[in-house]
């Protein structure tokens, strides 16, 4: 039997938070959930929601009953989850007002409605406005959840609204240990997950399914030796591997971002061994800086290649 959240790795306090809701039947009218992406957050909203309408009088979630089928189905009309849309970047205002409308109808099975709001901050200020209106008049019954990669871009007066539960990836030495315990994975293997994922659990997860994932890690990282090294043409190998692989450029920054911080933390700690003629603490600096620029800028997303191309040219530079 699993218990409730036994497939959900650290964050300890926000699983005994959620619990002892569950326990007491008391829940928050509005909950944000805030962490960097891959630390299992939608995982802990969806068996919260589980464990929140099981039918089951104890040791919930069931997984068995209806309530909790249709929820892993996703196919529960009192549970709705609210995402951006394909080919879209945010959360727009209309699938708010949607929700705005549908919140005032009766629930369909119980006494009780739940909305999961994925990527919360991806949603510009008339959609976040709009829920603020939501959280201002709170509907008996209902609960919200906000799921949001960063807090920073949330509205104040929205997170004094939410009780606040913030999910961290894993230390080094715990997340060595669940990657064993769970995957059995040897202390090489999790180390370099370590690395890829930087503790982020739920992606490390991911990964090992997706062992391509894993792949492209190391060609990046392989080819990255090189060009710190002085082998400029490298840049366009990086290019081309790329495109042959048919990655998607936001995961090309995201890898890009991993190894110079994977390079920083090691320069950090030992200068003489990692420290190259091109890559020095100032210039790995920068350069994580332009990339966390590209990553937020969408404009820019549409020659990201090239300006990738341009941004490693500037390691041979003085
Ligand atoms: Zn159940």
């Known amino acids: 039997m699993i218990e409730m959240f036994e497939e959900i790795y650290g964050n300890e306090i926000n699983k005994e938070i959620l619990a002892k809701s569950v326990e007491e039947k008391k829940f928050s009218h509005a909950y944000l959930f805030a962490g960097p992406k891959g630390t299992q957050k939608m995982k802990t909203a969806l068996e919260f ?12 979630p069931c997984r068995k009953c209806s309530q909790c089928i ?3 189905k996703g ?18 205002i209309s699938q708010i007002r949607g929700m705005q ?19 919360c901050e991806t949603m510009g200020d008339p959609a976040q406005n709009s829920i603020l209106k939501v959280l201002e008049e709170p509907e008996s019954g209902t609960v919200i959840i906000l799921v949001a ?3 920073s871009s949330i509205l104040p007066t929205i997170l004094s609204r939410c009780q606040i539960l913030n999910f961290a990836p894993m230390p080094q030495e715990s997340f060595i240990k669940t990657m064993k315990k769970v995957k059995n994975l040897n202390e090489e293997d999790s180390r370099f997950l370590f690395h890829l994922t930087q ?38 190998n990086l290019s081309k591997f790329v495109k042959e692989r048919k990655m998607a450029d936001i995961a090309v920054t995201d890898y890009l971002l991993i190894y110079f911080r994977n ?20 210039k ?6 332009k990339i966390i620029d590209f990553q937020s800028n969408t404009k820019i997303n549409l020659n990201m290649s090239l300006q990738i191309e341009n941004l490693l040219l500037r390691i041979q530079e003085e």
């Open 49 to 60: 929601a589980m464990s929140m309408f099981c039918r089951e009088e104890t040791d919930k």
């Open 70 to 72: 249709k929820i892993i």
């Open 75 to 92: 196919n529960h009309p009192d549970v709705h989850i609210i995402e951006t849309l394909e080919d879209a970047t945010s959360i727009k």
């Open 101 to 119: 409308k549908n919140i005032s109808l009766k629930p369909y099975e119980g006494d009780m409605k739940l909305y999961i709001i994925n990527q």
């Open 149 to 151: 990669n960063s807090k």
């Open 199 to 236: 503790g982020k659990i739920g992606e490390a997860l991911d990964a090992v399914e997706n062992p391509e994932k894993q792949e492209n890690y190391k060609m990046i990282v392989s080819i990255m030796d090189k060009i710190a090294n002085g082998n400029f043409e490298n840049i366009f």
């Open 263 to 282: 390079k920083l933390e090691e320069i950090l700690k030992n200068e003489a061994c990692a420290n190259t003629d091109y890559l020095n603490i100032e």
């Open 284 to 289: 790995i600096n920068d350069i994580i800086e």
